[in-house]
Nanobody, 126 residues
Framework: QVQLIESGGGLVQAGGSLRLSCAASGRTFSTNAMGWFRQAPGKEREFVAVINWSGRNTYYADSVKGRFTISRDNAKNTVYLQMNSLKPDDTAVYYC???????????????????WGQGTQVTVSS
């Protein structure tokens, strides 16, 4: 079993930046793919970004492309989400996720991922 713990959320003004971190522990060999989803109040959980084990392959939701960057440090078993040019619409609970398989553009469904963190709140004020 893999445990995922997110950190780095908070309150920021529109146009600002935050960096989320997700530390994995346990059976980390099952986290070939690591990614981020988010869920705003009253909305379904939506895909944000995913990265494969080597870090050479990434995929982003159109809504964050060009503003968010996902990266990972396998020596630290940690994945990051650098979020720039934040908008009020980015306000949500952000969840770290992991799975054995990297699916790229086909990995946009929450059901594709087997490991989840508890989430960290990101609030962007206008």
């Amino acid at each position: 079993q893999v445990q995922l713990i997110e950190s780095g959320g908070g309150l920021v003004q529109a146009g600002g930046s935050l960096r989320l971190s997700c530390a994995a522990s346990g059976r980390t060999f099952s986290t070939n793919a690591m990614g981020w989803f988010r869920q705003a109040p009253g909305k379904e959980r939506e895909f944000v970004a995913v990265i494969n084990w080597s870090g050479r392959n990434t995929y982003y939701a159109d809504s964050v492309k060009g503003r968010f960057t996902i990266s990972r440090d396998n020596a630290k078993n940690t994945v990051y989400l650098q979020m720039n040019s934040l908008k009020p619409d980015d306000t949500a609970v952000y969840y770290c996720t992991g799975d054995r398989s990297y699916r790229g553009p086909d990995g946009f469904r929450a059901n594709d991922y087997e490991c989840w963190g508890q989430g960290t709140q990101v609030t962007v004020s206008s």
